[in-house]
């Protein structure tokens, strides 16, 4: 029945999906994927995946478990090498000028549990040009968390903000949070998610990878449903909703259930 089912949304929404040559694919986005793909020895992750991101706006990453989301986001990183496909960011191709200015929230952990937050922002401001102390200070303020607090007695909840915090606390042009809200108490997240877009300036942008579908429907502009490595529907939210007459967590349910 599942398979069945699958195999029903896939038909559903393939037709939909624009194809490369009318993704709009031009020098005004700031990032063009062509055709990406991504195996790790037989098994496919990420698969014929097109498409273009603008400046300033808010993008929805969706997809369950095993779907491809952390790994798409670890090419644009540039964390990892697309087996074949082109990834350009202004233009270029994934180097040092886009590591400069791409700021990637990994799921793991990536401090050590005997710094208190003021060190994890010294560890960050010591590795990237752009890390701003002050507005890392009003995000740790911002998260309720304290300066002095050691990382290592932090909730896995508190952890979660603070990786947050180091990383909106860079000036980047593009922001790659991977299932930010994991461990953030359902109260929490709408503040964190009020947190996030106002720590970004207004050319920049964000790709918020999650399966919490409720608390970034509100907020998202774009959304790109993420199914067995390809991407299977693309837009603008607003347009998906009016077109399908659903909203997206809707769709989300229908195409992942
Ligand atoms: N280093 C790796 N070696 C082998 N397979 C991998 C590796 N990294 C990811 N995979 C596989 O690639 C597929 C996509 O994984 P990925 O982590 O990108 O998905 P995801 O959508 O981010 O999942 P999650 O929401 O669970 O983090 C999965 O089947 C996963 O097992």
């Known amino acids: 029945m599942k398979n069945h089912k699958s195999k029903f949304f896939t038909q559903l929404f393939a037709p939909q999906v624009p194809q490369?040559?009318?993704?709009?694919?031009?020098?005004?986005?700031?990032?063009?994927?062509?055709?990406?793909?991504?195996?790790?020895?037989?098994?496919?992750?990420?698969?014929?995946?097109?498409?273009?991101?603008?400046?300033?706006?808010?993008?929805?990453?969706?997809?369950?478990?095993?779907?491809?989301?952390t790994t798409f986001m670890k090419?644009?990183?540039?964390?990892?090498?697309?087996?074949?496909?082109?990834?350009?960011?202004?233009?270029?191709?994934?180097?040092?000028?886009?590591?400069?200015?791409?700021?990637?929230l990994p799921t793991e952990s990536f401090f050590y549990s005997f710094m208190t937050v003021k060190d994890v922002g010294i560890y960050y401001r010591d590795f990237f040009e752009d890390f701003d102390m002050e507005k890392y200070a009003k995000?740790?303020?911002?998260?309720?968390?304290?300066?002095?607090?050691?990382a290592s007695k932090l909730s896995s909840g508190m952890a979660a903000k603070l990786k947050i915090a180091a990383t909106l606390a860079r000036a980047?042009?593009?922001?790659?949070?991977?299932?930010?809200?994991?461990?953030?108490?359902?109260?929490?997240?709408?503040?964190?998610?009020?947190?996030?877009?106002?720590?970004?300036?207004?050319?920049?942008?964000?790709?918020?990878?999650?399966?919490l579908v409720d608390e970034l429907e509100a907020v998202v502009d774009s959304v790109i449903f993420i199914k067995e490595g390809r991407n299977i529907l693309q837009g603008e939210a607003e347009q998906i909703r009016e077109q399908r007459g659903k909203s997206i967590v809707e769709l989300y349910k229908e195409i992942y259930a």
């Open 172 to 211: 980047a042009k593009l922001y790659l949070l991977d299932e930010p809200l994991n461990g953030i108490d359902i109260i929490a997240r709408e503040k964190v998610v009020t947190t996030i877009l106002n720590a970004v300036g207004e050319e920049s942008s964000v790709v918020i990878s999650s399966h």
């Open 20 to 69: 490369i040559d009318s993704l709009q694919i031009g020098e005004e986005y700031m990032l063009n994927c062509s055709d990406v793909k991504k195996t790790y020895f037989n098994k496919t992750a990420v698969e014929n995946i097109s498409l273009s991101l603008e400046n300033g706006k808010i993008y929805a990453l969706l997809g369950p478990n095993g779907s491809g989301k």
């Open 75 to 104: 090419m644009i990183a540039g964390l990892v090498k697309p087996t074949s496909g082109t990834i350009l960011y202004e233009n270029e191709p994934i180097g040092v000028q886009s590591k400069r200015e791409i700021a990637y």
């Open 139 to 150: 995000l740790i303020a911002d998260m309720d968390l304290r300066m002095e607090d050691k």
